[in-house]
């Protein structure tokens, strides 16, 4: 098994199964057969940043093709950021962050 789907696998799969884990995060079929790196190999350090979970999600070939488009890329980058972020957030715990002395911007703005 590559690295970076180890990774992906990894995250994903305390909540998931295995074949959940590998929809695709653009149309939610589960033809998703490839974890796509979003910003390139050759743009990263593969072993910095490249195979962070930001940048790896699993999609469909379909979608995955068109991430040649570099706005579609864009589009499949906001929709993973937005799918870890919601997946962290609901891993907080919040009884421990409320004991900790956070700027009110954080708790009023819902970052937490």
């Known amino acids: 098994m590559q690295k970076h789907t180890k990774i992906y696998r990894d995250f994903w799969w305390d909540e998931l199964t295995l074949s959940q884990t590998e929809h695709c995060r653009i149309c939610d079929t589960w033809n998703g057969v490839d974890i796509h790196h979003i910003q390139g190999r050759g743009k990263y350090c593969v072993h910095c940043h490249g195979n962070q979970i930001t940048n790896l999600i699993c999609l469909c070939r379909k979608h995955h093709d068109l ?42 703005n819902n970052i937490l």
């Open 67 to 108: 991430c040649r488009d570099k706005e579609f890329n864009k589009l499949v980058r906001v929709v993973n950021y937005e799918q870890v972020t919601e997946k962290l957030r609901s891993e907080l715990d919040q009884e421990h962050l409320n004991s900790l002395d956070i700027p009110q911007f954080y708790k009023t």
